[in-house]
């Protein structure tokens, strides 16, 4: 029973595009998150929900927009895709912040190219 | 600003070695430190939390260790197997943990040999 779950795994679409990445998860957190990771592989927050409130937007493009239709699913809905836009996105979620006991989970990642 | 360091940035060893991957971290007002390992084309598997106040944490073959003075954790790794060749990535809230907005490191990719 997946914690956290996204789709899809792939995803491969041409410039200008839109398309949107799904995130669910069934931990009962609070606060849900998009990273992104880049060719590097270094992780980079993009996005933080609490409580379906958007409470980090780490300036990323406003091509990016996320919604949270409630707690436990966080979307990402991306506009006019670019090339520099292909890499792994990853979904997380932890416990409310402020917390020492806050673990944050994530889920398996899209892996997004742009063609 | 918070800033994370891992040292080695690749580690290739032989099955049945003990080692230590570190975790440098330069802001020290943090609420805990996760561990994570990513397989390739993977998510990110939560490992081990240390909270602030702990010192070591354990999970199996895995312990890591904090110690928030002087920024550093370690994750100590026994009797490797091949099976744990993987990238180990550390991650630290920003400002202490206020909106858990985690902070990684470049990660260590570890190469266990049969």
């Known amino acids: 029973d997946t914690a956290v779950s996204q789709t899809p795994k792939y995803l491969v679409t041409q410039m200008g595009n839109d398309k949107s990445i799904k995130c669910e998860q069934n931990l009962g957190h609070d606060t849900m998150y998009w990273y992104k990771q880049d060719s590097k592989k270094f992780l980079k927050i993009m996005f933080s929900y609490n409580n379906k409130e958007l409470i980090i937007n780490e300036t990323v493009p406003n091509r990016f927009s996320p919604k949270s239709p409630d707690k436990a699913h966080l979307n990402l809905h991306i506009n006019s895709l670019e090339l520099g836009d292909s890499a792994v996105y990853f979904c997380a979620s932890s416990p409310t912040p402020g917390q020492k006991f806050a673990e944050a989970f994530f889920g398996q990642g899209t892996r997004l190219t742009v063609v | 600003k918070q800033e994370v360091t891992q040292i080695p940035a690749a580690l290739s060893v032989p099955e049945g070695e003990n080692l230590v991957l570190n975790c440098s971290f330069t802001?020290?007002?943090?609420?805990?430190l996760q561990w994570f390992r990513q397989d390739p084309g993977k998510g990110l598997t939560s490992l081990l939390l240390?909270?602030?106040?702990?010192r070591e944490q354990t999970s199996g073959r895995l312990n890591a260790s904090l110690d928030k003075s002087s920024g550093r954790s370690t994750l100590y790794i026994a009797a490797s197997q091949p099976g744990d060749s993987a990238t180990y990535l550390c991650?630290?809230?920003?400002?202490?943990?206020?909106?858990?907005?985690?902070?990684f490191g470049t990660g260590t990719l570890l190469a266990v040999q049969p």
């Open positions: 991650a630290v809230p920003e400002g202490g943990g206020a909106t858990n907005k985690l902070i």
């Open positions: 802001d020290s007002a943090i609420y805990n």
């Open positions: 240390i909270q602030s106040s702990q």
